[in-house]
């Protein structure tokens, strides 16, 4: 069965601080990736998502994510955080020809001005 | 053009009451979901319709119901709540293939 690990739970940084989540996933097909964000007391929004062509995605609000295949891996970036960037990210994948995602358990992040 | 919409936003039940969510979508999705959303353990699916007419189980089905009314509306019932189902319900809507969902506000649950 298709998995998703997240393997930061919480993270804490300071405002300025560079930002990397890890995602790892246990699919070897085709497959489509996404990070959802969820800010504290709202719904997921989808940050970036990535389909096919350039492994580098950029995404709202800064944020960018690489693909590495060989690896399984879709991990997230921000050069450079913000308090306004404290949430939960998640990072989900589905498979080719489905359209049900496969959800990592979150990541919370805190930013310190 | 609301989006997903779900009511209702918070609803407290005694164990063994039953309940509806109610959840709809104006984008003309024919994919939608319900998750249910747990301190530590993320997004778990609990079913989700392909399209109008057809639902299928997701990782966490047992004691839920669900409902797909018309295109727009996909309902999920409780039965007989257990306070193992205290949790936040989100309803998601998807374009197919492409698989971006997206998500309405959520229902916080409690259940004594």
């Known amino acids: 069965a298709q998995s998703v690990s997240q393997h930061n739970h919480h993270v804490i940084l300071s405002e300025a601080a560079s930002l990397e989540l890890g995602c790892n996933y246990s699919?070897?097909?085709?497959?489509?990736l996404f990070w959802y964000v969820q800010y504290p007391g709202q719904h997921l929004q989808l940050l970036l998502k990535y389909f096919s062509g350039d492994p580098l995605v950029k995404g709202i609000k800064g944020f960018e994510a690489e693909f590495i295949k060989s690896k399984f891996s879709f991990n997230l970036r921000k050069p450079s955080v913000q308090w306004s960037d404290t949430a939960e990210y998640f990072c989900a994948v589905n498979s080719y020809n489905t359209d049900k995602l496969i959800f990592g358990t979150g990541t919370r992040l805190q930013v310190f001005p | 053009n609301a989006g997903v919409t779900q009511t209702p936003k918070f609803q407290v039940l005694k164990t063994g009451q039953s309940m509806t969510l109610q959840c709809a979508q104006d984008m003309n999705h024919n994919s939608m979901y319900w998750y249910r959303q747990d301190p530590g353990m993320g997004l778990r699916l609990i079913y989700y319709?392909?399209?109008?007419?057809?639902?299928d189980k997701g990782e966490v089905p047992n004691g839920y119901n669900v409902s797909r009314l018309n295109k727009r509306e996909f309902s999920l019932r409780l039965e007989s709540a257990a306070p193992s189902q205290t949790s936040v319900y989100f309803c998601a809507s998807s374009e197919g293939t492409t698989g971006t969902q997206y998500f309405g506000p959520g229902t916080r649950l409690l259940v004594l």
């Open positions: 319709s392909a399209s109008e007419g057809t639902t």
């Open positions: 699919y070897g097909g085709t497959v489509n």
